[in-house]
């Protein structure tokens, strides 16, 4: 079965940290750009991060610059995403997707064929 599956998520306070997982099956994650999305309440889903294979050319949104990271680990299949100094405006599900390249513009993420999607994971940061 052909799948991407999140984890990682919970309830975390202002300030603190996360990490998401997203691993792939039936696929190779490194033939893919993974992107990373959220979706508040109420909310349109907003494209988070690209990361792309190429070097230079992953892209971030500007809420999330200096405090996101992602990483992957080729031998697990997995992309990481790691969440620093959360804040509540961070609270969305959040989820993972696997593209062939990733947009110039992170916004147009529309705009571009995500073959895998995960579920999405919740994460909410509250006191």
């Known amino acids: 079965q052909l799948q991407l599956v999140e984890s990682g998520g919970g309830l975390v306070q202002p300030g603190g940290s996360l990490r998401l997982s997203c691993t792939a099956s039936?696929?190779?994650?490194?033939?893919?750009?993974i992107g990373w999305f959220r979706q508040a309440p109420g909310k349109g889903r907003e494209g988070v991060i690209c990361?792309?294979?190429?070097?230079?050319?992953?892209s971030y949104a500007d809420s999330v610059k200096g405090r996101f990271i992602v990483s992957r680990d080729n031998a697990k299949n997995t992309v990481y995403l790691e969440m620093n100094s959360l804040n509540p405006e961070d609270t969305a599900v959040y989820y993972c997707a696997a593209t062939r390249i990733c947009p110039v513009v992170l916004a147009n993420w529309e705009l571009y064929e995500y073959e895998y999607w995960g579920q999405g994971t919740q994460v909410t940061v509250s006191t």
């Open positions: 990361d792309s294979r190429r070097e230079g050319e992953s």
């Open positions: 039936g696929f190779t994650l490194d033939a893919y750009d």
